[in-house]
């Protein structure tokens, strides 16, 4: 029975040395505080933000999956940016088909120049249907 007490001390002190070690109880810092892994935002600032950054977007891990506050992040930048392209493709649309009314109601191509319309050639009554054609059926 004696050994059976001395094992099970000798075990419970082991592992508390290890577990000490590892924690760093003992003074030493064996495992180090890493400071948590933080999202840079890899979306350009200075410029709209294109396919190829949303491919190369990692967004960093968290203990299970990613982190909150960085995705929420992300999906902000990228909501304002859908929004800012979404109000210049209606302004845009707008604004053409204002520019084709216009050009409806005074009768001109929208994308014709001026100098791109050929001059109007006076009617020919010679170059009408051939009367002899018709005159002999």
């Known amino acids: 029975m004696r050994v059976f007490w001395f094992l099970l001390l000798t075990m ?11 924690v760093g109880g003992g003074g030493s810092a064996v495992l180090q505080d890493v400071p ?6 890899p979306l350009p600032a200075a410029r709209p933000v294109g396919r190829a950054d949303v491919e190369a977007l990692r967004l960093p891990m968290a ?11 992300a999906l902000s930048r990228l909501g304002a940016e859908l929004a800012e392209r979404d109000a210049r493709i209606a302004e845009l649309e ?14 001109t191509e929208l994308f014709e120049r001026p100098g791109d319309r050929p001059a109007a050639e006076p009617a020919d009554p010679a170059d009408g249907p051939d009367r002899t054609e018709e005159d002999g059926r």
Do not use: C, K, Q
């Open 12 to 22: 419970v002190v082991v592992v508390t040395a290890v577990t000490l070690a590892v």
């Open 94 to 107: 707008s604004t053409l088909a204002g520019d084709r009314a216009a050009a409806v109601a005074t009768g």
């Open 36 to 41: 948590p892994e933080r999202f840079t935002d």
């Open 63 to 73: 203990m299970r999956g990613y982190r909150m506050a960085d995705v929420d992040e």
